[in-house]
């Protein structure tokens, strides 16, 4: 699994012009993507780096201050643009297999006692963000 973690001032998901998931004030935006040998353990192993990251103001934790997260499915993060002009999409897992390793990752962090708002699996979101920084880091699991 791959996560894209962005220090936030608030971020919120569009789908169809309804707000389906916000965050107010300080917290994290992470985009998620699944690859085809991601199991639910790598999603709880991700939850818990999430969740204890050390990456707020003053070197804190979202478990530290009880900051909330931000998680948006994107498969693109596993997209490979090194050859030609379009990238291809081969190391992204399938929908039936990403969408349910998603979910545990959200799953994993409300059982952690995180505050999370959600995209919309597969839809054409509009997300906006303050990056609080900027600060951008890349997490492999």
């Known amino acids: 699994m791959r ?5 936030v001032d608030g971020a919120s998901v569009v789908v169809a012009g309804e707000t389906v998931g916000e965050i107010v004030g300080e917290g994290l935006c992470v985009l998620v993507g699944v690859t085809h040998d991601d199991t639910p353990e790598k999603a709880a192993q991700l939850a818990r780096k999430l969740w204890s990251v050390r990456v707020l103001d003053g070197e804190k934790s979202c478990s530290d201050v009880n900051a909330p997260l931000l998680v948006i499915s994107q498969f693109t993060l596993y997209g490979d643009a090194r050859k030609g002009r ?4 081969n190391a992204a897992a399938p929908g039936p297999v990403a969408e349910p390793l998603v979910d545990e990752v ?21 997300v906006s963000l303050t990056n609080h920084g900027p600060f951008t880091v890349l997490i492999d699991v």
């Open 3 to 7: 996560a894209v973690v962005q220090r």
């Open 86 to 89: 379009r990238p291809t999409w």
């Open 106 to 126: 959200v799953a994993q962090l409300r059982n952690l006692g995180a505050r999370v708002e959600t995209g919309r699996f597969g839809a054409d979101m509009r």
